[in-house]
């Protein structure tokens, strides 16, 4: 009975490499949010998919950060031309549409 | 817009003492209000949450929230508390008919004391 799952849970990457974070959703669930935690902050809403569908971006960064979630495999969160102020945990969350979140532990982002 | 406000970014406490974390929100539209905690270098974990109904809401871990509309608050209580309830702690607010696109406070470090 797995959860959300995210890999890797550390990630790091020079500036200008991509980082690519990966999101399994619990079974069963198809609704898929990424959050993002900077240090002595709260979680920020990203972006909220549904299989092959992006149903609200509007916490996503306009340039460089896209999401996906194929109908096949996990959710990935895609962040081109990395920069020291992506450092961040990534969080993962999934629902059955009517449930509460349930969050991944989340993928720890250094650039360095 | 909506907006979560956690008073305290830190509360340190003795262990079997009570505890009070205080959040308040505001919101133009009903809302359904959530508490999660994170415990280090993990995700969140649901605490207790309202949707409707009786304003007291009871949790995990021997953790309640009492909902005050009028007042806008949320604070999430427990009577007695221990040394695992160490972590930080995070009350959220999402508008009625979705509980996923949640607006989050900046979260209260619980610190408890021997």
């Known amino acids: 009975n797995a959860g959300v799952m995210q890999n890797p849970r550390h990630l790091v990457r020079r500036r200008g490499q991509e980082a690519r974070l990966r999101c399994s959703p619990m079974k069963g669930h198809s609704h898929v949010y990424w959050y993002r935690q900077l240090p002595e902050e709260g979680l920020k809403f990203m972006v909220y998919l549904q299989k092959e569908n992006i149903i609200d971006e509007s916490g996503m960064p306009k340039e460089r950060f896209s999401a996906e979630f194929p109908k096949e495999g996990p959710s990935i969160l895609r962040i081109q031309q990395v920069v020291r102020g992506d450092s961040a945990a990534y969080f993962c969350a999934s629902s059955n549409g009517d449930s509460p979140l349930h969050f991944g532990n989340g993928t720890r982002l250094t650039v360095t | 817009a909506q907006s979560v406000t956690q008073l305290d970014s830190q509360v340190p406490v003795f262990e079997e003492a009570p505890v009070e974390l205080r959040c308040n929100y505001s919101?133009?539209?009903?809302?359904?209000l959530f508490w999660y905690v994170q415990y280090p270098n993990q995700g969140l974990q649901l605490l207790l949450k309202?949707?409707?109904?009786?304003?007291l809401v009871k949790g995990i871990n021997g953790f309640e929230a009492e909902f005050n509309k009028s007042q806008t608050s949320f604070h999430l209580r427990k009577p007695s508390v221990h040394i695992s309830d160490t972590a930080e702690y995070f009350c959220?607010?999402?508008?009625?008919?979705?509980?996923?696109?949640?607006?989050f406070g900046k979260g209260t470090k619980l610190s408890v004391k021997p």
């Open positions: 309202y949707l409707s109904g009786s304003t």
């Open positions: 919101s133009s539209v009903s809302v359904y």
């Open positions: 959220a607010v999402t508008s009625g008919g979705s509980q996923g696109n949640l607006i």
